[in-house]
């Protein structure tokens, strides 16, 4: 069931090795800031919190996709031909966990092809997952990007905070709202809803999940042997609470919001799925519709809820994507000062940018995804220097202001980089 491996070249700072578990590949280094703890009780070569991690996110995937029968982002038209989860375990400062929403080329190991595609994420390198369960949560949020592009943040963070009680040991965990309703909520309930993040799980995702399924068991049948046996490195099973309220109808729900998110594009006059799009205020109700109509299925009492009549607004909110905009300037922090990101060009999702250092200068073509931006380095052409790597990252925002936190991969490579933009 395991398979570990190791890169052949000699280690340095940056140098990843990799665990290949399944569909799941781990990268992770054992020198450095972003270096894992190296306990390695069972002697495996691999360290114990490599191995975990990988646990975690390989039965995270396997519960709710093969197990409860959620859709799959390896078969979702959004990441077709993507056959692997790629796990970089890094530094994220305060930050436990980030799943990014684009595809990209898999990194090359001995193990896979050179064709593959993946989906990542990226986990503190510091965390344990036997007290930690931020492993599977993201792996949810690569569930939901598969099946809708709605990414409001009470459906988004609220039902993975409800989907984390399938591997914690604490049930379905607080329940704030009557799950005998009214439902719909009142017009009150549904303003503050849609102001939620986190918190949403207490209001309205478990006491839906209470109130459609009072029992929750997830058998050794159903669950099958791999899932039952699997232990963490201390020997305590992965799958530490054999009860998960409201699968069902969150596996509807999802696949509803699918077909809804179809609906609010054509009526809200989407042009893309941008990142302000994704999370706009006016996909509200389409949400809440979604979750209504199949709640109404199992609870016909439930009443009517229809979407109200939503003007755009004519000057949107500016969100953390449209920051990477033509002419905006990123400079890099720490040991990365004289680092430099000029946007050249920006149509729709692709961009060019002159990169630079006191070293090299490069002229980057990569595309700008809701909140990842990327490029590749075949698509780099060199005007001094070399053409580095392939990088990936993640447009967020702090007390400073806009930042994007990058990993780069060359070859055996890997490290990683903040720019902040330039005011």
Not at 230 to 259: F, H, N
Request: contains cysteine.
């Amino acid at each position: 069931m395991r398979l570990p491996t190791t890169c052949a070249q000699e280690k340095q700072t940056f140098l990843p090795e990799h665990y290949v578990l399944g569909s799941i590949r781990v990268f992770y280094i054992t020198e450095g800031k972003d270096s894992v703890p190296l306990d390695d009780v069972d002697q495996s070569g691999v360290p114990d919190r490599v191995e975990d991690i990988a646990k975690q996110v390989w039965a995270a995937h396997h519960l709710y996709c093969e197990v409860l029968k959620f859709p799959d982002p390896f078969k979702s038209e959004r990441y077709q031909g993507v056959t692997c989860i790629q796990v970089s375990l890094r530094d994220l400062g305060g930050g436990n966990g980030l799943a990014f929403t684009s595809p990209q080329r898999a990194r090359q190991i001995p193990e896979g092809k050179s064709t593959d595609r993946t989906i990542v994420m990226s986990v503190n390198c510091k965390l344990n997952p036997m007290k930690n369960i931020t492993p599977a949560h993201e792996t949810f949020h690569l569930v939901q990007y598969g099946a809708t592009y709605f990414k409001n943040s009470w459906f988004l963070e609220g039902m993975a905070r409800w989907s984390e009680h399938a591997l914690a040991r604490e049930a379905i965990g607080q329940v704030k709202y009557s799950p005998q309703g009214p439902w719909p909520q009142k017009p009150q309930h549904l303003r503050q809803l849609s102001k939620m993040s986190y918190d949403a799980e207490y209001v309205l995702w478990n006491p839906i999940a209470f109130r459609t399924d009072r029992d929750g068991l997830l058998s050794d049948k159903l669950l099958g042997e791999r899932l039952t046996t699997l232990r963490y490195s201390d020997g305590t099973p992965v799958l530490r609470d054999r009860t998960l309220q409201g699968a069902e109808i969150m596996r509807d729900i999802v696949i509803e919001l699918g077909k809804l998110d179809d609906v609010a594009f054509e009526e809200l006059e989407y042009d893309r799925w941008s990142e302000m799009n994704q999370r706009a205020d006016e996909n509200n109700p389409y949400i809440y519709k979604a979750v209504m109509d199949v709640l109404r299925r199992r609870v016909p009492s439930v009443g009517p809820y229809e979407t109200p009549p939503v003007k755009r607004s004519m000057v949107p909110n500016k969100t953390l994507s449209d920051a990477f905009q033509v002419a905006s300037v990123w400079n890099g922090e720490s040991k990365f000062k004289d680092f430099k990101l000029t946007v050249l060009e920006r149509s729709s999702d692709r961009f060019k940018a002159r990169f630079e250092s006191n070293n090299w200068v490069r002229e980057v073509s990569g595309t700008a995804v809701g909140d990842s931006v990327s490029w590749d380095a075949e698509a780099v052409r060199v005007v001094k220097g070399n053409a580095g790597g392939d990088n990936q990252g993640k447009i967020a925002s702090d007390d400073k202001g806009i930042r994007i936190d990058f990993v780069w991969r060359n070859g055996n490579n890997q490290g990683t980089f903040t720019l902040r933009k330039q005011d």
